[in-house]
């Protein structure tokens, strides 16, 4: 039976305005999200504050501070204007949808896509500095390639970004597509790049590292679940979605547009807290494996001479030894601790 309550809309209409809706309620889960994870890491990075840590660590702070402002900001601008559309102006011509459309001219409105696009390239900034610091020992030609590649991505992010804001001015997200889609794409670029460049080099650090050394060193800084928050793929696929939904002018965008800031703050986050939790890729990351793996292995030069069943092997002469100082030296033997341990215990049955 026909819903006699039911307003006298196009089913078009209804649902794109469901959709706004829905994403404006999703928006708020990805918000509680970030608000957790800003206090677990503004609450690590404050008590490891130290002489030693003081300018990276004050750096974070303010890149957290910001950007959860900046956030903050924009659920604000976010929930007036949902506010406004379903109830306060809910007779507008076209109703909350057409009053979307329409009304992008309001200082409210203004404010959330300033302040969306300021942290757009704030945290594309953080993007760029992981895989700086990821790609820090590789060869100075490597270095170069890559920085210059994601530098110019990020310039060119930032100036699409500025026409953005300037025609939103004068046209609402969905009025003016094709610079809306041009700026999304040009994130998108952006990070496609950063998180093939981030994942790359991690999953073939891990790969290095399991031939040479054993599964058993596949450390915290390559496991799978690492790779994804290092190269921030949440957001990635999130705004590849949000970029296909844009470009064929499907309803459901709606969904994605009040979110797809709320998701990137969140990988931000993520990303922070792994730094603070010490479990974050470093300059000295890649040296510090290697050399925690070496002290896992003693080498036989240093080890005192054994005795096993009363037969002493302190000398050549008494009985057959295990190698002198120089033929280990040449040979660069190395016993693990867990083998030695085994050797010991049976020698002292």
Known sequence: MPNPWAPSESAATLFA?????????????FYGMQFVLFGICLDILSRQLNNTNLKRHMMLIVFLVVVFILSTLFMFSSAVFTERAFIDDRDFPGGPNG??????????????????MIGQWVMDLLLVWRCMVIYGTCSKAVQRLVTTLIWLLWL????????????????????????????????????????????????LFRR??????????VTQYANIAAVLIESASMYTCFLLVFVVTLSVNNPVVNVFTQCVGQV??????????RIASGSGWTARTGTDILTQADTDAIDLKNLSPMRFRGTDFSTAHESTTIGSNRDLN?????????????QMSNSNV
Not at 18 to 26: D, M, N, V
Not at 160 to 168: A, E, K, R
């Open 264 to 273: 990137q703050t969140v990988s931000s986050f993520l990303i922070i807290y």
């Open 156 to 203: 060119a992010s930032l100036a699409l970004g500025i026409v953005y804001l300037i025609q939103s001015r004068k046209s609402s997200l969905f009025s003016a597509a094709n610079f809306t889609l041009a700026s999304a794409c040009m994130s998108l670029a952006i990070n496609i790049v950063v998180t093939v460049l981030i994942a790359g080099r991690l999953l």
């Open 208 to 217: 290095r590292i399991k031939n040479v050394l054993g599964s058993k060193h």
């Open 17 to 29: 305005e469901r959709s706004w809706l829905q994403g404006a309620l999703l928006s708020n889960i």
């Open 330 to 342: 040449k040979s660069g033997m190395l016993v693990s601790k867990e083998v030695l341990h085994d």
């Open 99 to 116: 009053y979307e459309t329409e009304m992008f001219e309001i200082p409210v409105d203004e404010l959330g896509n300033a302040v969306f």
